[in-house]
């Protein structure tokens, strides 16, 4: 097998709060293929984003290794964080304060190629102009500021900036959320079109199910730091195991009248993050909960590429 | 490339026309440049010697040859005047422009590092701030002593804490943005960061500050000259003008009130061009 774009092994990522240590990323393993997507789904504040952060080193790990491309990343300075970084980019959710509003949309785009000082002037016109061109900016937009543009075409200006350095692995952190379905649909057909003809490696993060769905080779189900389940796209929403993806399942609403949604309603508020005990983190609000539940959990294959991490799924299901 | 420098300067341009819009804020910019032009021009305009003394008008009132009248010493108020616009348009200026800098260097560590570095760099100010700034510049001006250059020093040490806490409210509101995250993940360095991208994002309110504190300054320093610490006479700065003239002031107001009346207008016009700048500047208000 190939050697995975990116290897997570173990990533632990905690900030010190006044209350206690904030378990954002608990113990985070995976991988990614080159040209995959990995979805990762949870609810907000599951630590979605500060796992795709933590990759890409705008946050420190506080324990656990990041491999890029067999190459381990996990503590650099310097020139090889530099160099790592590059490779390594993100798109944010955010398509307005994502962009500085006072510098064009050209400058935006230009500056990852500048800051690298790899480029003369001439090579820099030329790729930026390449690079609005290939996310579909229209060159008379080129002058125009942040705020003169719609969501749709700011998110392209933030997928330019991310593709200036050619990294192999983009983050995208929610990137479609904050964009009207119609212009959703044009952003996530542009990412895929541009991992088809670069190969990018994408780590998709989401709450949002039918785009997941749509994008995701294979998705990880994350609760409270934690990864509770993880397989390929096509599993999950057939077969899902584990009793919080089946609830978060349960709530995409259906448009089939012979089969209507059954929705399976989670009670209970999602727990403190903040030194949480052992075991497992959903157990307060499961329905199928035992004393068994408040042990520490350990992650099951229960088929080939199909991880669970519940002691009662053999039970459940 | 000159696309760019192009639009750079409609952003200069929409600041004014925005401006140009407040009539009041243009009668503020129209005096101010006109006292600018005066001050550099002063000797030429001036029709006597600010320091030439006729005896024979000593403490005259307005008259066709003596506009604002003579003070004391028989000298011509109106040339003084003129004369001294250089001294407190100067101060006001460079007392402005120094604090300025060293404040928004100061702010822009504090906000955008913050944690402890922040913590120190604001207590520090907390101190600084809690002396009455006209003490603290009288403070300031009897260590340096007085004289023109120590005034501007003084006046700029107690502009600094005020300038410096803006710009950190400004960097602190700015630093949560996401572009922010995306320039150090595109490897921008702090440097630039700071000032290529936070800065120019933080400026509005300080450049509104600025220039009102322009204002707060001349008149500041005309309160320093006239306790004796500020500018020495003979030079004829506003304050040492008025601080010069209280002992005359009822048997020959004139003294008094034209000194008096150039610090009040040219605070006023500064305060009218500030007030239009902080509007001009909001982007909540681009048409």
């Known amino acids: 097998m190939a050697t995975p774009v990116i290897e997570v092994q173990h990533l632990k990522k905690y900030f010190p709060t006044p209350r206690g240590m904030l378990h954002a990323v608990d113990d985070v393993t995976f991988t990614i293929e080159k040209g995959k997507t990995l979805g990762v789904v949870g609810e907000s504040g599951c630590g979605k984003s500060t796992l795709g952060r933590t990759i890409i080193h705008l946050h420190e790990s506080t324990e ?15 020139k090889n964080l530099k160099a790592a970084r590059e490779k390594m980019q993100i798109v944010f959710q955010d398509p307005y304060s994502s962009l500085d509003p006072r510098k064009t949309i050209d400058s935006t785009v230009r500056e990852p190629l500048v800051v690298s000082g790899r480029y003369s002037k001439k090579e820099i016109d030329e790729k930026t102009e390449s690079l609005m061109e290939l996310v579909g900016i229209d060159e008379r937009l080129r002058m125009a500021y942040p705020h003169e543009l719609d969501g ?140 068994a539940c408040l042990q520490p959990q350990r992650q099951e294959e229960v088929s080939p590429g199909h991880f669970v991490t519940c002691c009662r799924v053999h039970e459940v299901n | 490339m000159a696309e760019v420098k192009a639009k750079k300067k409609s952003e200069v341009v929409r600041v004014l026309r925005q401006l140009s819009k407040n009539k009041l804020a243009v009668l503020g910019g129209i005096i101010f440049f006109i006292e600018v032009i005066v001050a550099i021009l002063a000797p030429v305009i001036a029709p006597y010697d600010h320091t030439a003394m006729d005896l024979m008008n000593i403490n005259a009132g307005p008259s ?71 003490l603290l510049m009288i403070v300031a001006a009897a260590m340096l002593g007085p004289g023109f250059l120590n005034t501007i020093m003084a006046m700029s040490i107690g502009t600094i804490p005020g300038m410096a806490r803006m710009l950190r409210a400004q960097m602190l509101k700015e630093r949560g943005n996401e572009y922010i995250e995306a320039e150090t993940s595109i490897n921008c360095s702090t440097f630039r960061i700071i000032l290529s991208h936070l800065l120019p994002n933080c400026m509005s309110p300080i450049i509104v500050q600025a220039t009102m504190g322009v204002g707060q300054t001349i008149t500041l320093a005309a309160g320093l000259s006239f306790l004796g610490l500020g500018v020495q006479p003979p030079a004829p700065e506003w304050g040492a003008m008025l601080s010069n003239a209280r002992a005359f002031m009822r048997t020959a107001p004139h003294l008094v009130i034209f000194p008096g009346l150039a610090i009040a207008v040219t605070v006023l016009a500064l305060n009218l061009l500030g007030d239009g700048l902080r509007d001009a500047l909001d982007p909540k208000l681009k048409n």
């Open chain 1, 64 to 78: 656990g290794k990041i491999f890029l491309n067999g190459k381990d990343v996990t503590r650099l300075a310097g």
């Open chain 1, 152 to 291: 749709g075409r700011r998110q392209r200006v933030g997928i330019a900036r991310a593709l200036a350095l050619e990294p192999e692995f983009i983050v995208c952190d929610e990137p479609v959320s904050a964009l009207d379905v119609s212009i959703q649909a044009q952003v996530l057909n542009l990412l895929k079109k541009l991992q088809m003809e670069k190969g990018l490696t994408y780590m998709f993060v989401t709450h949002d199910m039918s785009v997941v769905r749509h994008i995701s080779d294979d998705i990880c189900v994350m609760y409270l730091g934690q990864v509770v389940e993880k397989c390929s796209s096509k599993e999950l929403f057939q077969k899902p195991m584990h009793p919080y993806t089946k609830a978060l399942l349960s709530a995409i609403p259906s448009t089939d009248i012979h089969n209507p949604m059954k929705r399976e309603i989670l009670k209970g508020e999602i727990t403190s993050p903040v030194n949480p005990k052992p075991g497992c983190r959903f157990a307060a609000r499961c329905p199928h909960a035992t004393e």
């Open chain 2, 64 to 134: 066709a040859a003596h506009w604002f009248g003579c003070d004391d010493l028989g000298r011509d108020i109106f040339s003084r005047i003129i004369i001294g616009s250089r001294y407190s348009i100067t101060i006001g200026i460079c007392a402005i422009a120094i604090a300025t800098v060293i404040g928004c260097a100061i702010g822009a560590v504090a906000g955008y590092y913050g944690g402890w570095v922040d913590n120190i760099i604001m207590r520090i100010l907390d101190v600084i701030q809690a002396i009455p700034g006209m």
